[in-house]
């Protein structure tokens, strides 16, 4: 196969030399396509749908400068730091419905180049840029006039923007209004699609091969030539066998070992990091995987998004986590109790976890006959709730479940509260 260069011209701020290296005739990858999946809401629950978008091409070129535009002052500013920089643009087919969609694919192309380590996925500081073509039509018919919304730097952008359109159009359409073909961009603040300019005119660009690079010549097992070494050809096959585990592979492999859902597996990939230290965590253990899945993405990211650091620079290392999980299996201490330890070592404590608790006297009473004095205690301190208890007013339960609690302060074992203190109830 054999990929070549051109040159498209036009004169924009932003594009400085007059023209733009691409791949007009002879891009590098056509016909291609991806897997992902998309959550569906059905009866409050979230349903993971399978999809399939169609590539069209993937093609080299040259990135344009950036323009600022200052809409009270009239003026433009043009930054062209990025100007020249090679990029690689993957052009899809139209097989997005909703703005929902297209961004579930976005999230799984954006893990794929993240894991392949081709992007760092940063789409805040412009790794990766999404120019979403938006039309409406009815089934059946041919697709209506298009517009494009330019440089969406995040998911959640492209999720706002696309839907937005999608919903002007329709009602421009309905109110018996036209659909120009123009470029916009999406106003974060106001959730809006501002017109930034038309595309009416059909533009010539004067398309002509690139006099200064050389084709890009790419070749398979069945194709190698002769008497050139590895590094002076660029082998498919070669390539494809020396790919990592894929998102896809791996939440499956995740599913699989671990018995957890998709959405559980998912969340697991989603994060630089996160199955690596969650693994790590299960492995060494041999405990209950959603036992630690609960632990790391209830508590754990709650307090590494509190501070804005990464799953890498965490204070709590996948030892002190192993730690912590080994505590809750055995029952040592309860849930609120390792919650209560994770604050403390995310607050600076370096200690391992066994010793927080000892220090504290954080273990979780589990002598019965101890549990069964509390619950009498309560019982006898509070006579109202067992009046309304005992005349039917069952919801009373847990209000004498967190008295019996209080008066252990927070040590005593869960299940065995509710089954002594249930117990002693019905005696009565």
């Not at 066998?241 to 894929?246: H, V, Y």
């Not at 990091?273 to 253990?285: A, K, M, P, R």
């Amino acid at each position: 196969m054999v990929s070549k260069f051109d040159r498209k011209h036009y004169f924009y701020a932003d594009l400085p030399a007059g023209y733009q290296i691409t791949q007009h005739r002879q891009p590098i990858a056509v016909n291609g396509y991806l897997k992902y999946t998309s959550l569906q809401s059905a009866k409050g629950n979230q349903r993971p749908v399978k999809k399939m978008a169609k590539i069209l091409q993937i093609q080299l070129e040259q990135d344009s400068g950036k323009s600022l535009h200052d809409d009270e002052l009239r003026r433009s500013l043009i930054d062209l730091n990025r100007a020249g920089v090679g990029l690689m643009e993957i052009v899809t087919a139209p097989d997005f419905s909703t703005g929902t969609e297209a961004a579930a694919f976005i999230k799984e192309l954006l893990l794929i180049l993240q894991t392949i380590k081709v992007c760092d996925g940063k789409m805040s500081e412009g790794s990766l840029r999404v120019d979403a073509n938006v039309s409406v039509h009815h089934p059946g018919q041919p697709l209506g006039v298009r517009t494009e919304v330019k440089n969406l730097n995040s998911i959640t952008g492209v999720t706002k923007a696309i839907d937005f359109e999608i919903k002007r159009q329709i009602s421009e359409l309905e109110k018996g209004n036209e659909i120009f073909n123009e470029t916009k961009s999406f106003d974060y603040v106001t959730g809006k699609t501002v017109t930034m300019r038309d595309k009416e005119r059909l533009q010539d660009y004067r398309f002509m091969p690139e006099p200064n690079l050389l084709p890009l010549r790419l070749y398979t097992n069945d194709t190698l030539p002769t008497g050139l070494s590895d590094d002076q050809i660029v082998n498919v096959d070669k390539l494809r066998d020396s790919l990592p585990l894929l998102p896809a592979q791996k939440r499956q492999a995740v599913q699989d070992k671990y018995g957890l859902s998709y959405n559980q597996a998912q969340f697991l990939v989603g994060e630089e990091g996160l199955l690596e230290y969650f693994t790590d965590v299960v492995e060494e253990t041999n405990r209950d995987p959603l036992l630690t899945y609960n632990l790391l993405a209830n508590q754990v990211l709650m307090y590494l998004n509190r501070e804005d650091i990464s799953i890498h620079n965490s204070p709590v290392c996948s030892k002190r986590l192993k730690e912590l999980v080994v505590l809750l299996s055995h029952k040592t201490i309860s849930l609120n109790t390792a919650k209560k330890v994770l604050e403390v070592m995310f607050e600076g404590d370096t200690r391992l976890p066994p010793d927080i608790v000892e220090h504290h006297n954080w273990k979780q009473i589990t002598d019965p006959d101890k549990i069964e004095e509390y619950c009498l205690d309560a019982i006898t301190k509070n006579h109202k709730l067992v009046s309304l208890y005992k005349g039917g007013k069952k919801k009373v339960f847990q209000n004498l479940v967190g008295q019996v609690h209080k008066m252990a302060y927070g040590r005593a074992e869960p299940n065995l509260v509710n089954e002594i203190l249930k117990k002693k109830l019905d005696q009565m």
